[in-house]
């Protein structure tokens, strides 16, 4: 049983899954919010881990299983931090310009995900050789940010920051599969307006985070 908004949205034409994932939009960024205000993960700020969430949702739909998402979303995510990763340190010693030097990569990287699929399909994996473009083209666009943080922060904080959004985005997609919050996003449209207002509240937040609790504890704990 959808909304008469939903039902209304779909009868002019616009994909139910569409829809859907549109909905799911607000309820996702609130939830990477709350893991970077109190719980202090920063991760690549919040529309990185968003798109990769959509990311393992297009996997999943085309893999058909909740933990085909899980772990082809996961190796085109690896495979590009990796390459990334190896190809930016052979062509330190190019001395190149910032833009060539990321155009190189990405292409290094498309070319080295190509090939990861080409093995799945040789390996009888055809949840992962099926992977369509856009999932991909998203895991890809990763690699600019992942570069520019190496370069500003250095390789250890970029990795750092890599494991963090992939957590983020598991967590998010897990949430997001969620066959129950589908059924109520479709009936009850009207819940992304409470995650708006949990967002109004997450940017009222002074307090410290899970994080700082922990890394602060004895300090804490003298006072």
Not at 1 to 9: D, G
Not at 38 to 54: M, W
Not at 86 to 100: A, G, H, M, S
């Amino acid at each position: 049983m959808y909304s008469p908004f939903v039902e209304f949205a779909v009868s002019q034409g616009v994909p139910l899954g569409t829809v859907t994932l549109i909905l799911m939009l607000p309820i996702v960024v609130m939830i990477i919010a709350f893991f970077r205000q109190v719980v202090g993960i920063k991760a690549f700020g919040i529309y990185t881990p968003a798109l990769i969430i959509f990311a393992f949702l297009a996997i999943k739909a085309e893999s058909g299983s909740f933990w085909g998402g899980i772990r082809y979303g996961t190796a085109i995510f690896g495979t590009v931090i990796a390459v990334g990763t190896i190809t930016r340190i052979l062509l330190r010693q190019f001395r190149l310009l910032y833009l060539p030097r990321v155009a190189i990569v990405i292409s290094i990287v498309s070319l080295s995900t190509l090939l990861m699929l080409i093995f799945g399909g040789m390996t009888q994996r055809t949840g992962l050789a099926s992977v369509s473009i856009f999932p991909i083209l998203i895991m890809i666009t990763l690699v600019e940010k992942f570069v520019a943080v190496q370069i500003d922060k250095g390789k250890k904080t970029a990795i750092y920051l890599s494991i963090e959004t992939l957590f983020i985005s598991m967590i998010g997609y897990s949430i997001a599969s969620w066959s129950l919050l589908i059924v109520y996003l479709q009936e009850y449209p009207w819940l992304v307006f409470v995650a708006i207002f949990i967002n109004v509240l997450l940017g009222k937040w002074t307090g410290l985070r899970l994080s700082e609790f922990i890394r602060f504890k004895k300090i804490i704990k003298n006072v």
